[in-house]
């Protein structure tokens, strides 16, 4: 995962909209509030609850929605006991306008650390993208209660993961990196040829992605229990749910390797709906294809560590 100093897309002034989270644990405050109610009242909660439709209806109509920002996926980190959930959600009137789905995680002998999220490449903060110019208002209102539940629980940094367009990035992924793919570059990528590459190597047990991998054992609970509705998994392991394909196995490989993969993937039944294809691409992608480092429909994981 591409580690970068972004932080600007959360980080906001402070907000003077209402709050709501409960007792001792930050989950009961209110704020009052100063701004126009012209635009509706906005009130921050914190999501407890195993499921919550209005949540998935957010991530999934977000054009950077995923699985990880789905309570399927919160309810297979509970399941591993990954951390204590902190899903933050602010509303405007009774409508859904920004989520943040945040585990709080504490290493062996380290400080706790807020984390978006736990096994999975990319999470973060999504906004409803009907109301672009009032997001400022939304990101200050999410960034102060996460301030304030750091405050509460001692925890000083949050390490956030998200997707960002290519495009962005001062210089292409030196190393291997998590994309998203639209399908159409899905299918251009894996139309190159006239490389020579080894057969596809996949890594093993413990390491990031391997068979003992935490993100692994994520999917495998999702699959396994039912926990999240529409997944399916193939043999060939990789999964998709609502028209987003999922690799989970990630080429150690040349470009080579990656174009093999994905037309395994392009050529398996259902794959005429799917629109997005997320996986590993080594740094030869970046090379060997520098329009992907100008594309706003590529979209990169990135990551980095933001005080508190």
């Known amino acids: 995962m591409l580690t ?41 909660w914190r999501i407890d609850e195993a499921e919550c439709r209005a949540w998935d209806d957010l991530a999934l109509r977000h054009t950077q929605g995923t699985i990880f920002h789905s309570m399927a996926w919160r309810r297979a ?18 409508r859904f306008v920004g989520i943040l789905p945040v585990f709080e995680t504490r290493a062996p002998g380290a400080e706790p650390v807020f984390e978006s999220l736990p096994a999975a490449p990319a999470a973060g903060l999504l906004l409803d993208e009907t109301e672009p110019p009032r997001d400022a208002d939304v990101r200050a209102a999410l960034w102060d209660r996460l301030r304030t539940l750091a405050q509460r629980r001692g925890v000083r940094e949050i390490h956030l993961s998200r997707y960002l367009p290519a495009r962005l990035l001062t210089r292409p992924p030196g190393g291997p990196a998590w994309v998203r793919l639209p399908v ?79 037309r395994r993937v392009l050529a398996a039944p259902g794959s005429a709906a799917l629109r997005y294809i997320h996986l590993q691409v080594p740094g030869a992608a970046w090379v060997l294809r520098p329009e992907m480092a100008r594309s706003t429909d590529i979209l990169v994981a990135v990551s980095h560590y933001c005080e508190l």
Do not use: K
Not at 16 to 41: F, I
Not at 85 to 94: E, H, T
Not at 245 to 258: E, N
């Open 77 to 94: 980190l509970v399941e591993m006991r990954a951390g204590e959930p902190y899903y933050i959600a602010v509303m405007r009137g009774a």
């Open 4 to 44: 970068t100093r972004i932080a600007s897309f959360l980080r906001a002034g402070r907000t003077g909209r209402a709050a709501r989270l409960a007792a001792a644990d930050g989950r009961s405050d209110r704020a009052p509030h100063h701004g126009g109610e012209a635009d509706g009242p906005l009130s921050v």
């Open 184 to 262: 159409g570059e899905a299918a251009a990528l894996a139309r190159g040829g006239g490389e020579c590459g080894p057969a596809v190597r996949y890594a093993g047990a413990g390491s990031p992605i391997g068979a003992g991998s935490p993100m692994i054992e994520a999917w495998n609970l999702l699959s396994q229990a039912g926990l999240a509705a529409g997944l399916s998994r193939t043999p060939e392991s990789w999964a998709v749910h609502q028209q987003q394909a999922y690799v989970l196995q990630p080429a150690a490989g040349r470009l080579h390797d990656v174009r093999a993969l994905l």
